[in-house]
């Protein structure tokens, strides 16, 4: 179905959920398109997906599929509406990627998230987890010590454990 706004679809998606024997507040919503579809299969060895949470007036996060093509450029396999960050609904959406395209990414790129982790496991049980580098450097970063913390830090424990003589 198309719509004219976000308020129109949202009010069928709570319609659809509500028919459907589920709780809104539980469920997502995904969306792809055969353009997405398409880039999945030529380009979906390696998958990144990241919950960007944004509050908005639906109290849904935005989680966008996403690799690299042949250019090395961003191509897009879809994205999902998301009504919490529970493993439970995370799993429930790695199955509705599963269902939509068939087949699980080689390679899952995210945030460090337990919760998506947990999913991963769960339910890509064929595809290796990979910890986004950014994550990783910008959480590096803000616990990484100067130079001079360092020397002070070490120079503590050297004295804690008694070791100031020992080679």
Known sequence: MT???MDHAYFHYCKYAVAAGFSVRKVGLFWADAKSMRNYKVFGVIMSFDAMYHPNRYSM???????????????SFGAVLLASEMAETYKWLL????????????????DQDPTMKKAIDEVF????HWLCMWHVMHKFSNKSLTPDEFEEDWHSVIEYFELTNNN
């Open 3 to 5: 719509f004219d706004d």
């Open 61 to 75: 996060v935005l989680v966008p599929f996403a690799g690299i093509d042949n250019h090395n450029n961003n191509v």
């Open 95 to 110: 199955r509705c990627f599963l269902k939509l395209f068939g087949k699980q990414p080689d390679v899952v790129v995210t």
């Open 125 to 128: 049980t064929g595809s290796r």
